[in-house]
């Protein structure tokens, strides 16, 4: 897909879990950006009614740029439920996962720019459907047949990749192979390019234990599993580096010397940027065939149908979509 193509293209966004604060904060994206950048959500259109905006259904994507300035477009995906805030029922959780297969189906087709997700409650789907992955990245990445696929957490003031993503931290260590974090740095410093322009991308490699292993006092893996990954990609010609104490990582004078961090486990990566940029992060997933992003929070159920929920997290997903999707059809021609 060329520029030209993408721009004539809206955005997919998926649903999410109807209980929480998907179709509330899709409503509010809509009023926000109905001027200036389309997208059309894929649910049952049933569940955007009641925020005050006018809603129509569109039997495909491209229709949605026709509706998108007088009404918010839902690709119908009937539900068997009704969405009652606050309270996932796992009648409807096969239909919100088959919300997700066919957006990542559209833009897999090119039917639609890029994929943007609201957040899902994975224990519904595991309860109702059997769900058997740890969340979005690695559902996309079955979907597409892509063996690994990256997580960052991005925003203007850092970004930053968790090289494990959804275990239990007593089983970090034996899960961080140099495979794995070698396919991790390649995979971010390759999106980095494609998809945000950085043409030779400098990356932070956070150390595991404390003060990265001081010398090996505090732990081996920084100086057996680390180190030489991080000396045999530089060796290739990547503008890598590490690994670094993480607790000196993140300050401002540290984030001007790299554009982003790569962390070896969730709570590593997801902590420092949600303490800077918790509205305004976003979720990318990198190594996908095509452009995905999701806002950085949860289904909050507990502020489900108070009308609190505040959109800004998805409104800057959906706009990180959209710059990616142009940067990647210029990049791939």
Same mark, same amino acid.
């Not at 597409?144 to 990256?150: A, C, F, I, P, Q």
């Not at 030489?228 to 990582?249: F, K, M, R």
């Not at 997801?270 to 289904?299: C, M, Q, W, Y």
């Given at each position: 897909?060329n520029?030209?193509?993408?721009?004539r293209?809206?955005?997919?966004?998926?649903?999410?879990?109807?209980?929480?604060?998907?179709?509330e904060?899709?409503a509010k994206?809509?009023v926000?950006?109905?001027?200036?950048?389309?997208f059309?959500v894929?649910?049952?259109?049933?569940?955007?009614?009641g925020f005050g905006?006018?809603?129509a259904?569109?039997?495909?994507?491209?229709?949605?740029?026709?509706?998108?300035?007088?009404?918010?477009?839902?690709?119908?995906?009937?539900?068997?439920?009704?969405?009652?805030p &606050?309270?996932p029922?796992?009648?409807?959780?096969?239909?919100?996962i088959?919300?997700?297969?066919?957006?990542?189906d559209?833009?897999?087709?090119g039917?639609?720019?890029?994929?943007?997700?609201?957040?899902?409650?994975?224990?519904?789907?595991?309860?109702?459907?059997?769900f058997?992955?740890?969340?979005?990245t690695?559902?996309?990445?079955?979907?597409?047949?892509t063996?690994?696929?990256?997580?960052?957490?991005?925003?203007?003031?850092?970004?930053?990749?968790?090289?494990t993503?959804?275990?239990?931290?007593?089983?970090?260590p034996?899960?961080?192979?140099?495979?794995?974090?070698?396919?991790?740095i390649?995979?971010?410093?390759? &999106?980095?390019?494609?998809?945000?322009?950085?043409?030779?991308?400098?990356?932070?490699?956070?150390?595991?234990?404390?003060h990265?292993?001081? &010398?090996?006092?505090?732990?081996?893996?920084?100086?057996?599993?680390?180190?030489?990954?991080?000396?045999?990609?530089?060796?290739? &010609?990547?503008?890598v580096?590490?690994?670094?104490?993480?607790?000196?990582?993140?300050?401002?004078?540290?984030?001007?010397?790299?554009?982003?961090v790569?962390?070896m486990?969730?709570d590593q990566?997801?902590?420092?940027?949600?303490?800077?940029a918790?509205?305004t992060?976003?979720?990318?997933?990198l190594?996908l065939?095509?452009?995905?992003?999701s806002p950085?929070?949860?289904?909050?159920?507990?502020?489900a149908?108070?009308?609190?929920?505040?959109?800004?997290?998805?409104?800057?997903?959906l706009k990180r979509?959209d710059?990616?999707?142009?940067?990647?059809?210029?990049?791939?021609?």
């Amino acid at each position: 897909m060329n520029a030209a193509q993408a721009g004539r293209l809206p955005i997919a966004l998926t649903c999410g879990e109807p209980a929480g604060i998907g179709p509330e904060i899709a409503a509010k994206a809509w009023v926000a950006l109905r001027a200036d950048l389309p997208f059309a959500v894929i649910g049952d259109a049933r569940h955007f009614t009641g925020f005050g905006v006018p809603v129509a259904r569109v039997p495909a994507p491209a229709d949605a740029l026709h509706v998108f300035a007088n009404a918010l477009p839902v690709l119908d995906n009937p539900f068997p439920a009704p969405a009652t805030p &606050g309270r996932p029922t796992t009648e409807n959780a096969q239909s919100v996962i088959n919300v997700i297969a066919r957006g990542a189906d559209l833009v897999s087709k090119g039917k639609a720019r890029a994929l943007t997700t609201a957040p899902i409650h994975k224990k519904a789907l595991q309860d109702g459907a059997g769900f058997r992955f740890p969340g979005h990245t690695e559902y996309l990445a079955h979907l597409t047949g892509t063996d690994r696929v990256v997580m960052m957490l991005a925003s203007d003031l850092l970004r930053v990749v968790a090289t494990t993503i959804h275990i239990p931290l007593a089983e970090v260590p034996r899960t961080l192979t140099p495979e794995l974090l070698g396919d991790t740095i390649r995979i971010t410093a390759a &999106g980095l390019a494609q998809d945000l322009g950085i043409k030779r991308p400098r990356l932070a490699v956070a150390g595991l234990n404390p003060h990265a292993g001081e &010398g090996g006092a505090i732990g081996r893996e920084d100086i057996e599993v680390i180190a030489p990954v991080i000396a045999a990609l530089a060796a290739e &010609g990547l503008a890598v580096t590490g690994p670094h104490s993480a607790d000196t990582l993140f300050h401002a004078a540290a984030r001007r010397r790299y554009d982003a961090v790569v962390a070896m486990y969730h709570d590593q990566a997801l902590i420092p940027i949600k303490t800077l940029a918790f509205e305004t992060g976003v979720n990318v997933t990198l190594g996908l065939p095509f452009v995905r992003t999701s806002p950085d929070h949860g289904t909050a159920l507990d502020i489900a149908g108070t009308g609190q929920a505040d959109p800004q997290s998805l409104i800057e997903a959906l706009k990180r979509a959209d710059e990616m999707a142009c940067t990647r059809a210029r990049y791939t021609g």
